[in-house]
C-alpha cells in the first residue's frame, strides 16, 4: 500500500480490498503551492486526502487577518463537513504548502462510502477531535 494508506487515520481499520475500492471512487488532483483548496464558509461538497505534500488549516478574521490553525501532512483529510448528514459549509480554510497531490471524494460519493464501510465516519470522527485536542493544546 501507498505511504499515505499506511499513515492515514481516516482509512485506519479498513481492509485493503475496500480501501482500494473506495480509493478508485475518487478523484486525484493536483495544487500549486499556496492554493487555497476550501474557503471558510463555502459549502462542503467534497472531502480531499492527502497523498503527497503538506497544507493548512487557516480562519480569517471580520478584519481579514489570517490565522494559522493546523498543519497538514501526507495521509490527512480536510473537508470533513462534507461528511454531516445535513449540507454544511467549511470551517475553515485550507490551503496548499508547496503543492499537494489529493484524493477528492464529492459528498453523494463519501457518504455512500461512509454508510457502506461505518469505520469511516468513525475515522472522521476521531479526526475531528484530535483537532478539538491540538486546538485546546
Request: net charge positive.
Amino acid at each position: 500500500m501507498s505511504d499515505f494508506v499506511a499513515q492515514s487515520r481516516f482509512l485506519a481499520g479498513i481492509a485493503s480490498p475496500d480501501i482500494q475500492s473506495m480509493l478508485a471512487r475518487a478523484t486525484p488532483r493536483r495544487f500549486p503551492p499556496n492554493s487555497v483548496v476550501t474557503h471558510q464558509g463555502a459549502p462542503a461538497t467534497e472531502l480531499f486526502l492527502i497523498t503527497k505534500g503538506r497544507a493548512r488549516h487557516f480562519a480569517t478574521t471580520p478584519d481579514g487577518q489570517k490565522i494559522l490553525l493546523h498543519w497538514l501532512t501526507q495521509g490527512e483529510i480536510f473537508g470533513g463537513a462534507t461528511l454531516l448528514a445535513e449540507p454544511s459549509t467549511f470551517r475553515v480554510s485550507t490551503e496548499t504548502v508547496k503543492g499537494a497531490s489529493v484524493l477528492v471524494w464529492n459528498r453523494l460519493t463519501i457518504r455512500a462510502l461512509a454508510e457502506r464501510h461505518p469505520r469511516l465516519m468513525e475515522n472522521a470522527l476521531w479526526t475531528a477531535s484530535d483537532y478539538i485536542d491540538w486546538l485546546l493544546a
